[in-house]
């Protein structure tokens, strides 16, 4: 299970802030509490009211990635700036992300294949966002044949099957469970969602993030966009493992749990 941080996002308005005034010591201070809650990868993104977001970008890569020596998610709808990005990375980046619209698949492909990048493919195509389990995975089947066609291994994509909010298509929270089955057990393409979605305009979010996670672990999900400092969150992920077998004889579960790290939802 990769966890991919998500606080460092100028869409929050203390980061917003900090990038726009070249704040280095509170980004850092971001990236570290990930970092020490478990983060595999962090998230970057400073679109939001940026002047010059490609600069931006370049400058908080290099920020983050040097603090922390950790892989990077490199997150803008701009192919100019993920390019930015990656140009100032180093190892293996994450591209967040890429629609299934043409113009989207002609920009970005490319540049993940140039720079050899895992990249995040939203299931979503010119007519809008698909509804049902069987849509999500015909557009999976058309994401798998663009990696292809880009000559992008099928090891690099991850496949994010566009969690909704509850609050609004409560149907939705089990269609793209169903999803990530039957995506997972057909084309064997690895998984990756934004999980505070499905809780979007309700009370108590992190508990129902936290539920949601495990149902989504449990399906075949590989990785998730989430906040690794909420303790909701980082237990469900030890419990979570513990129970499907993926934490031999429970040892990081009874670790965290001396810890003090394991908490009641």
Known sequence: MVIVGERINSSRSAIG????????????????????????????????????????????VSLVQHETNLPLSIDSPNPEVIEAGLSNHTGKAIINSVTLEGERVKAVMPIAKKYDAFLIILLMNEKGMPKSADERLDMARTAKQLSRDYAIPAENIYIDPLIRPISSEPEQAREVIKSVRMIKKELNLKLICGLSNVSYGLPERSTLNAVYLSMMMSAGLDAAILDPTNKKIKSIIKVANALLGKDEYCMEYLRSYRAGEIASL
């Open 17 to 60: 802030r900090a990038i726009e005034n070249r704040d280095s010591s509170l980004i850092k201070k971001e990236a570290m509490n990930q970092r020490k809650a478990g983060a595999h990868m962090l998230d970057v993104n400073c679109a939001l009211k940026s002047k010059n977001e490609a600069d931006d970008m370049a400058w908080l």
